[in-house]
Nanobody, 117 residues
């Protein structure tokens, strides 16, 4: 499975960004799609995921109520709407997919999100 992210950028705190991801390849491998992020000097952490068929969404506590993940109209696409962004949301956001809601085996190259105060 190959993944390609789009979106990201640099915004002031309180603003919004939208990330999108498209997966290509064997669909049986994309049961869950979602996002992890990694800040400089920190480990990659789970952000959100959604079941491609079930649409069951899971969020990290740090983003609940601010981020919304959704599947797209096109097959094997997912978006992450990020509202009320905080500087601590900054990092490289990686789209991933796999058979578990918080454990992925395939990753995109990542897209940078910078939130400045």
């Amino acid at each position: 499975v190959q993944l390609e992210e789009s979106g990201g950028g640099s915004v002031p705190a309180g603003e919004s960004l939208r990330l999108s991801c498209a997966a290509s390849g064997p669909t049986y491998e994309t049961i869950f799609m979602g996002w992890f992020r990694q800040a400089p000097g920190k480990e990659r952490e789970f952000v959100a995921s959604i079941g491609r068929i079930s649409h069951w969404a899971t969020y990290a506590d740090a983003v609940k109520g601010r981020f919304t993940i959704s599947t797209g109209n096109a097959p094997n696409t997912v978006s992450l709407q990020m509202n009320s962004l905080k500087p601590e949301d900054s990092g490289v956001y990686y789209c991933g997919t796999g058979g578990q809601k918080d454990s992925f085996h395939s990753w995109g190259p990542g897209t940078q999100v910078t939130v400045f105060s």
